[in-house]
């Protein structure tokens, strides 16, 4: 899309003839940081027009590195090429990588004046990325990747932790608790858990069965003072009836 765009934006002056406006508007889009050069060619490989001024001039064979899609022996060279071709990497100085990105300049009916209309192609516009840059920006991507992932598992991880002391750490103690509180003699403890889980419905349930057995050691209380009431009745009125027969004997033997 980049090698189509810069095309187009010089395709006007090149219908015009103009080579040296051609040429400012390739030096001044090859001044982007990850465009190593834009160059033009005509048929014959040589480079007509370069954002590099001192490789104009230059031939380029056409079994040179990005060529061979275009130029196979015993083929014409098409008019255009696919997106998956028109792409390549290919090694520059050093260790240094560039990608070849290759469009066809084809010739048109505006332009007859100039060129013969027998003529397919005038030649090629070539753009050269550094994928060194792509690669570094590619691992920093990765290194951002790492940070946020690790970022990520660190949230999750403290988001479990606190929703484990909330929703299970702290309504066990609380459980723990209050069954320590019935042995010890309180027969009634009360749990305060608003969970609605496992844990909430086994706080309610013993909850519940403490409230039974309160009810319970309240009713044997009521039952055992009841008892006792009647006891102390039974053995008053026992103590009237030997009182009032000790009077009597006493009254028979006179």
């Not at 690790?150 to 459980?175: C, D, G, W, Y």
């Amino acid at each position: 899309r980049n090698a189509e765009m810069i095309k187009n934006s010089v395709r006007y002056h090149m219908l015009a003839n103009k080579p040296a406006d051609t040429q400012r508007i390739i030096e001044t889009i090859g001044q982007q940081k990850d465009i190593e050069e834009i160059r033009v060619f005509n048929k014959e490989g040589v480079v007509k027009l370069s954002s590099l001024r001192s490789h104009i001039g230059a031939k380029v064979d056409a079994t040179a590195q990005g060529c061979t899609h275009c130029h196979k022996p015993g083929t014409r060279p098409p008019l255009s090429l696919p997106p998956e071709q028109a792409a390549q990497l290919v090694s520059a100085a050093g260790s240094k990588k560039l990608i070849a990105v290759m469009e066809t300049i084809p010739n048109e009916p505006a332009c007859p004046s100039c060129h013969r209309p027998s003529k397919r192609i005038l030649g090629n516009l070539q753009v050269l990325f550094s994928f060194n840059r792509i690669e570094d920006q590619l691992a920093s991507g990765k290194r951002l990747i790492v940070i946020l992932v690790a970022l990520l598992i660190a949230t999750i991880s403290l988001v479990q932790a606190l929703f484990t002391h909330v929703e299970i750490s702290i309504p066990t103690r609380k459980l723990i608790a209050a069954i320590r509180a019935m042995a010890a003699g309180n027969p009634s403890p009360r749990i305060d858990i608003p969970q609605t889980g496992e844990i909430g419905e086994m706080a309610r349930r013993f909850s519940h069965m403490a409230g039974k057995l309160q009810e319970a050691r309240l009713k044997d209380l009521q039952w055992t003072d009841e008892l006792t009431r009647r006891v102390a009745t039974a053995t008053a009125d026992i103590t009237a009836a030997n009182k009032r027969l000790s009077v009597a004997n006493k009254a028979k033997s006179r």
